[in-house]
Nanobody
Framework: QVQFVESGGGLVQPGGSLRLSCAAS????????MGWYRQAPGNQRELVAV???????NYADSVKGRFTISRDNAKNTVYLQMSSLKPEDTAVYYC??????????WGQGSQVTVSS
């Protein structure tokens, strides 16, 4: 089992920045893929940014150049630095991990609202 503690969501004006954090615990040795998804009202959950095997990163085209995923292995924590935020970035952001036995784990979600 893998558990997450997410933090950092909130309300921000367009053009502003936020940083999300996701601290993992439990069977973290089983994780080979970890990152962030988001889901806006009426939309399907979509990939934002994930570390794949090793240090490779996949970003959604819509966030490239604005969002940066990073991690602190000593703290078992993944971060999502979001800059130049747009109203269309408004969504619930979920921490995500996949284990080597193909099990998916999800955080509780963090609301990010971009509005003036």
């Amino acid at each position: 089992q893998v558990q997450f503690v997410e933090s950092g969501g909130g309300l921000v004006q367009p053009g502003g920045s936020l940083r999300l954090s996701c601290a993992a615990s439990g069977s973290i040795f089983s994780i080979y893929r970890m990152g962030w998804y988001r889901q806006a009202p009426g939309n399907q959950r979509e990939l934002v940014a994930v570390f794949t095997n090793g240090d490779n990163v996949n970003y959604a085209d819509s966030v490239k150049g604005r969002f940066t995923i990073s991690r602190d292995n000593a703290k078992n924590t993944v971060y999502l630095q979001m800059s130049s935020l747009k109203p269309e970035d408004t969504a619930v952001y979920y921490c995500y991990a996949k284990s080597w036995n193909m099990r998916d784990y999800w955080g509780q979600g963090s609301q990010v609202t971009v509005s003036s």
